[in-house]
């Protein structure tokens, strides 16, 4: 039998609402105490920085992406390397995507996509900018053409877990088909029984891996809740996965996937929680944004992701407690204070806001990595410390504290 028990979960304290919680994720690899902000290292590192500067500012876990590492180098590589932990030298709990949504939308114009299907246009095929097909999804699968060299490959449920497992992550996700906000309700409803259906494909791949794979840590599979902004899907969504079982082998927690408008958000992931198990973690993919991550935590959600602050870092946006600014802006050119005032991260104790600014504008590689410890920092504090307020039962006073200072004047600091 698989060590499944070396995966684990347990709620540490409860909001009022009965809905948001604090936590412990119990991995093979040590626990992730929750809520918190998971670390974006989408190719096996988090760009420009060393894993030493990401556990030194305080996470506890990294997420790389099973599509990119698919391509390059090879599941094979980091399977032979003992598994992606290994492979990068960060000895943390690790998570991966299971490439979904880069195989339905990178390099495929995504974006034109939604402004077709707002034609009122109805379709599962995902096209690429032009005539090129990229993508094109049917009912066992995903066939999709490389960005790197326009060679061909197939994604199906199997595939990415097979992947995955090579990988070896401590916590993976369920292959789901990606949908708009603008896709027809019909056409959701159909998607996301092809999801459900694909779950069960991920459950039964992954009993068999598992077992396959006995020398192994465990790894944990989390099934991939759909259903947009539709408050019957997204709970049936919920009630479906829950339920599933094969060869008694259930979900161990839950990715919160799919489009979500931010007005929504807090409410659909309300949904989620009424619906799912208290024991099972949940975990929201891509969310990085101050009022988005409030929202999720009162709501529910016990972890998150996103590429933002260390891709916002490396174009000069700073994130502080009143709003971002740019430190490329004239103003920096001469300022000796720190990126943020009061920062204790590595880069504020040793760097000035004109150094950055020198960095940046003289294109040295050290600003990207100066300004991703900070952003990094500032974003996992966050989440660290609406968990303090939680176990503190300070919750709602330090949300309206935070988001009151933070968006003052639209989300900027005003210089
Ligand atoms: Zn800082």
């Known amino acids: 039998m698989p060590a499944q028990e070396t995966f684990s979960f347990e709620v540490t304290s409860t909001l009022p609402n009965g809905k948001g919680r604090t936590g412990i994720i119990h991995t093979p690899h040590g626990d992730i105490h929750t809520p918190a ?11 420009a920085v060393l894993p ?66 707002m034609a009122g246009k109805q379709t599962d095929d995902v096209l690429a900018e032009g005539t090129t097909r990229r993508a094109h999804v049917d009912d066992d699968g995903v066939w999709f053409t490389s960005h790197l060299d326009g060679s061909k490959h197939r994604f199906t449920p199997e595939i990415s877990l097979q992947i995955q497992h090579q990988l070896g992550a401590d916590i993976m996700f369920a292959f789901d088909e990606l949908t708009t906000l603008a896709h027809t309700r019909a056409y959701q409803e159909s998607s996301l029984e092809r999801t459900r259906l694909w779950a069960q494909r991920c459950l039964r791949e992954h009993r068999r891996l598992s077992i396959e794979r006995e020398h192994r840590p465990y790894q944990a599979l989390f099934g991939v809740i759909q259903g947009a902004q539709y408050e019957d899907l997204r709970r049936k969504a919920c009630q ?12 161990d927690g839950f990715g919160l996937g799919g489009a979500i408008e931010k007005e929504n958000l807090g409410t659909i992931v309300g949904w989620c929680a009424e619906e799912l ?22 709501m529910g959600a016990d972890t998150f992701d996103c590429v933002n602050p260390s891709r916002v870092a490396r174009n000069a946006a ?70 303090k ?19 003052a004047n639209g989300g900027r600091v005003k210089f």
């Open 318 to 387: 700073i994130y502080t407690a009143d709003g971002r600014y740019n430190v490329s802006r004239a103003a920096c050119k001469d300022d000796f204070g720190p990126l943020e005032e009061g920062c204790e991260c590595y880069t504020c104790q040793h760097y000035s806001r004109a150094y950055l600014h020198h960095l940046f504008k003289a294109k040295e590689m050290l600003f990207s990595t100066l300004a991703t410890i900070h952003n990094e920092y500032w974003t996992v504090q966050l989440v660290e410390n609406i968990r």
């Open 389 to 407: 307020a939680m176990l503190a039962g300070e919750f709602e006073t330090y949300r309206d504290e935070f988001l009151g200072r933070y968006y």
């Open 277 to 298: 198990p208290a024991n099972k973690p949940r975990h929201l993919l891509g969310i990085s944004e101050p009022d988005d991550l409030f929202a999720a935590c009162e």
């Open 37 to 47: 902000f998971i670390v974006v290292g989408t190719k096996a590192t988090v760009k």
């Open 240 to 251: 479906d996965l829950s339920a599933m079982c094969i060869d008694g082998q259930e979900f």
């Open 52 to 117: 030493d500067n990401i556990k030194d500012l305080g996470a506890q876990a990294t997420l790389a992406n099973a599509f990119h590492l698919y391509l390059q180098p090879g599941p094979q590589i980091l399977d032979q390397a003992g598994g992606l932990g290994q492979f990068m030298n960060w000895s943390g709990p690790t998570f991966t995507d299971s490439g979904g949504f880069q195989v339905m939308s990178l390099g495929s114009g995504f974006k034109k996509v939604l402004a077709m299907d």
